[in-house]
């Protein structure tokens, strides 16, 4: 009987190989199926059901079949029902977030990586990154409320940061309105009686004329008398990684990475990486900027769109002082320094030193320094103060840090004190955020491009990022940079997604800036 058993079950695989080669199905597995909402300017625009095995195929289906417009590429979503990016400003972009049995998250991949599982909910909504939240954290007090009985209900976004508060929200709490506080909070004076205990919420943002400040959210409280409805997401830490043991052949992972980047070069940063090897780069970054710029004019080039221009043009060859007859320095030096960001000071500092550029403009070098020193942030950490740069808000940022490390480090000797002493700060300040493992967390997370500018930034002003100051007991800077390794000679933006382009390029930039410094 074992015997026949197993020659039936040789045979039935070789005919359905057989169907398999002629084309005949012999029973497809079904696509996952998962629920879709799409949020625009004012309400929902869309919301049900489709089948797809990544995200982009289920958004794109379901928009398709409800004949709703929608260009999505690449990975990214370029506009919905004739709403792109960026209409409402720069900061503006359609973004989603993914709702499944271990709570409300943003997902690290664009949504042509977004594998889809079954069953979980994503949420494609429009806004500004710098002020929409969206709620992944629901408490109730007193925890297990009663019916009939007062009950107080916070509303927060859970991030790497900790809670932050969503305020000024419009709550629907059964058939009743409420606006949260500043804390997020908003007080039920009797919690009303039902037969099922179930109660239906809905919390959001919309505003006039403007983009909402919080990405609408729905669903049911269960109510009982014995748990608790709150909902709270906890991002996840990687505070058990030992990255001590991990190995380290630092040519071997620049040859690996370039080779893969050559193969693959068809980007402005790539450009500028690649060029440290003597490899020219695709140029069709420049054509799509030269169409740009005819078609919408150079003052409509954003500061860092025109820095990234000027120095992929250096890097494949060409000059930017002439670039289909436009003087693109002297277009972004002569702008005025009041318009410009952290990051627009810093590179186009860096600009300045890869140009080779004299101070006839109205920014000179001096103008940038004196910018970027002044806004350098203070974060009180216990009795010590830390300093550094971020692009926004009050937390130091390990990327915009590392960057202006790299940007200042033409000036880091006796003759410029001031960048001397803010430079020596913001490595003390790196290495005292720095976890026991090696990383460096932004208030977002944990991932790759964080140390890959650190790496960079501490190379240039020559200090070692496998040095005492940034070994801890389970790790260092570069072995935690490695761990974030993927496959086929690429690096991957989180420990739990998959490889990643940018992340790629940014490992080949700081393995190779690090290398060069050890020379």
């Known amino acids: ?96 977030i ?16 977004q594998e889809t599982k079954g069953g979980e909910t994503y949420v494609v909504y429009y806004g500004d990154w710098k002020r929409i939240t969206f709620v992944n954290s629901i408490e109730f007090s007193p925890q297990i409320p009663r019916e ?21 929200a419009l709550v629907r709490f059964d058939d009743s309105n409420y606006i949260t506080d500043d804390n997020g909070k908003i007080t039920i004076s009797e919690m009303k ?87 020219k780069a695709g140029e069709s970054y420049l054509k799509e900027s030269g169409d740009f710029i005819n078609e919408y004019g150079i003052e409509n080039m954003s500061n860092t769109d025109l820095e990234k221009l000027i120095l992929n043009l250096t890097s494949t060859g060409y000059t930017p002082y002439s670039f289909d007859g436009k003087d693109l320095v002297k277009e972004l030096l002569d702008r005025d320094i009041n318009g410009f960001l952290n990051n627009d000071s810093i590179f186009a500092l860096i600009v300045y030193h890869n140009v080779g550029v004299k101070n006839q403009y109205k920014i000179t070098d001096t103008v940038l320094t004196d910018k970027i020193l002044k806004s350098a942030v203070k974060v009180q950490k216990g009795t010590v103060e830390l300093t550094g740069w971020n692009l926004q808000g009050s937390d130091i940022n390990p990327d915009m840090t590392g960057a202006a490390l790299s940007a200042l480090a033409p000036y880091n000797d006796e003759k410029h004190p001031e960048v001397q002493q803010s430079i020596q700060k913001a490595v003390v300040a790196l290495s005292e955020l720095q976890t026991e493992n090696g990383y460096l967390p932004d208030s977002d997370g944990i991932f790759s491009e964080s140390l890959s500018y650190a790496i960079t930034g501490l190379a240039a002003v020559g200090v070692n990022p496998e040095g005492v100051q940034f070994t801890k007991l389970k790790g260092d800077l570069i072995s935690a940079l490695l761990s974030f390794k993927g496959t086929a000679g690429q690096y991957k933006h989180s420990l739990t997604g998959g490889n990643d382009y940018v992340a790629t390029q940014q490992a080949l930039m700081a393995l190779y800036s690090y290398n060069e410094s050890k020379k």
Not at 16 to 22: A, D, E, P, R, T
Not at 26 to 49: F, Q
Not at 98 to 113: A, F, H, I, L, R
Not at 151 to 165: A, L, M, R
Request: hydrophobic letters at 35%; charged letters at 20%; glycine letters at 10%.
């Open 1 to 96: 009987m074992k015997k026949r058993g197993f020659l039936f079950i040789v045979l039935l695989s070789f005919i359905l190989s057989i169907f398999s080669c002629v084309g005949i199905k012999a029973g497809a597995a079904e696509l996952p199926e998962v629920n879709i909402r799409v949020e625009g300017i004012t309400g929902t625009i869309a919301e049900g059901k489709a089948q797809g095995a990544t995200v982009e195929a289920c958004l794109t289906s379901f928009l398709n079949e409800r004949s709703i417009e929608n260009n999505i590429s690449g990975g990214w979503i370029q506009s919905i029902a004739g709403l792109q990016n960026p209409q409402y400003g720069e900061n503006n972009y359609w973004g989603y």
């Open 98 to 113: 993914c709702k499944d049995s271990s709570g409300t998250y943003m997902p690290e991949n664009g949504v042509d990586k």
């Open 148 to 168: 009939g009985s007062e009950c107080t209900i916070t509303f927060s976004e859970n991030g790497w940061n900790g809670k932050v508060p969503v305020k000024n």
């Open 193 to 279: 009686t039902t037969d099922n205990g179930q109660h239906p919420y809905m919390i959001s943002g919309y505003e006039t004329n403007i983009t909402p400040s919080v990405v609408m959210d729905k669903g049911i409280f269960t109510i009982d008398g014995i748990h608790s409805p709150s909902i709270d997401y906890n991002p996840d830490n990687y505070d058990k990684l030992d990255n001590s043991g991990i190995q380290k052949d630092i040519p071997a992972e620049i040859k690996a990475l370039t080779e893969y980047l050559s193969g693959n070069n068809d980007n402005p940063w790539t450009a500028v990486t690649l060029s440290r090897f003597g490899i």
